[in-house]
């Protein structure tokens, strides 16, 4: 079957065979033209008039026939006996009784009134490889060229209301992850929106992922300031503000979390015998390699910074995820640590299950011994310390 | 090893707190090593392997320049100028001769004011069609606030459509006139699109002609709104790889971002408001000539004090873009809250511009210690009874750029160009500071050569390794071809940079030895 690909690099293949670099650009545009008009017949003089403004009429007649002509040698005829184009003396048009598929005229089909499934619409979304006719120009062909340029705009528009719809189908059946992956994709189209940003936030904030959520905003805020100079509407400020000032009404991630079965982690940690506290921020390093670094920074900051006493990799993931307020951390007492590392282990169990292997438990330094005991004995659920 | 190169005959100003004057100066490697009076310097001659006689001009610090827009002064020098076009078809007339002197290359214009045209409006795609189709054309206003576009450009260039910003005709099709949201993202995909061994050629190009004009350390203010992120990225990535000092200033609000590139400082122009060119500069009076505007501010007093103070958290020297008395008046009042929540001091926060402070502004500004960097130049093209200030700002005009006030309460400015906005010239900038067109806001010549030097070091802190002439201290060294503290101050502009040496190294030389 012939294939017609008009949204990014042209492409047109028959049957399977890509037949593109054989055709001039005029054969294209003449394709082009013929297809968006698919539903009526095309003027010779009007296609002359498009294709070659500045030849003499005779000229651009002459043009035509051979173009037309090596087209139908290109574009073999349908098992029936059908050609794709239909030539008649004073016009031509593409023949209603060929089938052939093409992208442009498939996004025409979306109409944002009437139903579609998620399926459909992913399938027109997956359409949009770039934009119409990329890399296309005629020099003096001034009226295809506006052509090119309407059709750009259109499909640009519809591009981002197939997105739209699509993502307002994921919210109806609460296929949050993918929604958001639309929005954000939207997002890369345009960037300054704040109506996707909104959306975006408010599923962060539905999906209980508040320093996500923060972190976005703060993002995109600093984004309209530099780009544009703008401070974000007050519906996003609002939204903002409900998840910095009352992160209790927010979902918990582990209510939700402790619902399905917990992902099992299992780290390993080394010893070192003369070294406080080798083994407790050897744990805390290897968690955050392997768990939720955002879930993990969750955890109440003042644990997090006494733990980062041990283990600066904690303050600079602190940095990074949720605060660059710079913190000097004085020395903090080692009941503190232990304290903290207790808290931290419970954090982490709430969304895993985990297996902490001692690789050289003889080596272990004696306050890392004492805190092993001390959770032994508290037994967190969901610890399981091998040696 | 590397000979020696002296300097003899000259009028060496120190410009440090001794305030000495020497005949001659040894450079050897990088650096000062000794310096003189008289005949002294003979001890010295076998060794050295050059010897400049200054011809008793002034030998000063290598120039600072404090404010500079490098990559796109770059691109810009490399850009068709249409600030002097009056029409339409002045505007063809330039275009079709670039297409003409390099054939199917993209034409990039640049300056074009529709104030200044006959039509009173920008002229559309199809308008610039006429006179370019082989090539793209991409036509920026004077203040970058809107682009023209010719059909092959708005086909080459990846256009948002469906932003805000774009103009259509009755069919609906676009006609080349970008602004808004659409002429940001556009600019960002254009500016994107050119390769760093463009910027690179055309930097290193364009620094040819600052060296000659005696600058040998610049504080590029890159990235941000109206620019390009790639820009600052770009200076970055090829510190150390130009023949002067080039010291980044990243416009941009993104704290983590600066901190995970290890720079110790952040801004430039983050604008806290506008231009008078433009009237968007923030006043506490009504536009001279346009009644019921007083310009505008870029952010909320809430927003900028958070952010500010999240500067001073972060122990980032902070440069922000201020011109009108309210904008001034707003970010010293940030400064104020950050100092006030974080107790950090000793930051050497910049205020750029600061074209209309008040005294109060001033003595506030000194107690915060703020440093103002300022330029001078906009004097001298804008100020006076006759020029922009005084169309814009009405009396108002004789209280800009104060400097003479702003030095005697101990306020530390710093001198920059703002090139390509006025020329990279320090001499000038000198000149129009000490012929400031308001008598009282006049400084001495000295005055006026400490913004270019020690002033400029001290900014960038770097005062320990440049910015005066010690023994030492790194040999970044201009020499003039007269005695500029002798010279009638009405002619300070027409004094020539002889030699330019930096970090020991003659970049530009005129004078025989």
Known sequence: MLSIKMLGQVNISCNGVNITDKMSTKQIALICLLVLNHDREMNREKLCAYLWPDSDEEAARYNLRYNLWKMKNLIPADPKGQNFILITKDSCRVNKKYRFQCDRLCIDSFDPHKQKSVEELLQLKELFKGDFLEGFYMKNCNEFNEIILFERVVCQTKQIEIMQKLADLYEEVNRSEEELQVLHEMMTIEPYNENFAYRILNIYKKTGNRTSAINYFKKFESKLRRELNIAPNNDLKLLYRTLTETPGSMIKDGMNRSKVEKKKLTIKTRCMKNIDFFWVADVINALLQKADRNYLMELHANYILDLSYIQNELLLQYERSVSLEHREVGKVPAVRIVNAFVKFLNHASQIYDINIHIENYNEMDPLSIAVLKHIETSSIDNICITK | ?513
């Open chain 2, 1 to 513: 090893m590397k000979k020696d190169l002296l300097i003899i005959n000259g009028k060496c100003l120190t410009m440090s707190d001794d305030d000495k004057e020497y005949s001659w100066m040894l450079i050897r490697d990088d650096n000062i090593q000794d310096m003189g009076w008289g005949d002294d310097y003979k001890k010295y001659i076998a060794r050295a392997g050059k010897v400049i006689d200054a011809k008793k001009g002034t030998v000063l610090p290598g120039f600072v320049d404090s404010h500079f827009h490098v990559v796109q002064a770059a691109l810009n020098s490399r850009s068709l100028d249409l600030s002097k076009a009056r029409s339409f078809r002045d505007i063809g007339t330039l275009v079709s001769e670039a297409a003409k002197a390099s054939p199917k290359r993209n034409i990039r214009g640049i300056g074009l004011d529709a104030q200044n045209l006959k039509e009173g409006r920008f002229p559309d795609r199809t308008v610039i069609d006429k006179y370019c189709k082989e090539a793209p054309v991409f036509i920026n206003s004077v203040e970058y606030q809107t682009s023209v576009l010719n059909t092959y450009a708005l086909l080459y260039y990846k256009i948002p459509f469906t932003l805000e910003g774009i103009d259509f005709d009755e069919n609906q099709v676009p006609t080349g006139i970008i602004t808004h949201y659409a002429n940001v993202l556009l600019r960002e995909n254009v500016l994107k699109s050119i390769p760093n061994s463009t910027r690179m050629e055309a930097v290193n190009e364009f620094l040819e002609s600052v060296i000659k004009n005696g600058i040998t350390t610049i504080n590029a203010m890159e990235g941000g709104r109206l620019y390009c992120d790639k820009d600052a990225e770009f200076i970055y990535e090829s510190a150390g790889k130009f023949t002067i000092d080039v010291v980044l200033f990243f416009s941009t609000m993104d704290i983590m971002k600066i901190k995970e590139m290890q720079l110790n400082r952040i801004g430039g122009c983050l604008y806290v408001d506008g231009t008078f060119g433009a009237r968007t500069a923030a006043l506490t009076f009504e536009y001279n000539d346009c009644p019921g505007n007083m310009g505008g501010l870029n952010f909320t007093q809430d927003a900028l004090n958070e952010f500010v103070r999240e500067c001073y958290a972060n122990k980032l020297q902070l440069a922000l873009y201020t011109i009108g008395d309210r904008a001034i008046e707003q970010a010293i009042t940030a400064h104020e809250y950050a100092l006030e929540k974080t107790g950090n001091t000793g930051l050497r926060h910049r205020l750029e511009h600061v074209e209309l402070p008040t005294l109060d502004h001033i003595r506030r500004a000194k107690k915060l210690g703020l440093i103002f960097s300022m330029s001078p130049t906009y004097e001298h093209i804008w100020g006076g009874p006759n020029k922009l200030y005084r169309e814009r700002l009405g009396d108002n005009y004789k209280r800009t750029n104060p400097f003479s006030q702003i030095i005697q309460e101990g306020v530390v400015i710093c001198g920059g160009s703002d090139c390509d906005v006025t020329p990279a010239e320090p001499l000038l900038g000198i000149h129009s500071a000490v012929n400031h067109p308001v008598e009282s806001h006049r400084v001495s010549v000295y005055e006026a050569i400490k913004m270019f030097t020690c002033n400029g070091a001290y900014s960038i802190f770097e005062e320990d390794r440049k910015g005066t002439l010690e023994i030492g201290k790194l040999a970044d060294v201009v020499i003039l071809d007269r005695d500029i503290l002798s010279t009638d101050k009405k002619k300070i502009k027409d004094i020539k940079v002889m030699t330019t040496i930096k970090s020991g190294r003659i970049l530009y030389n005129k004078l025989k030895g």
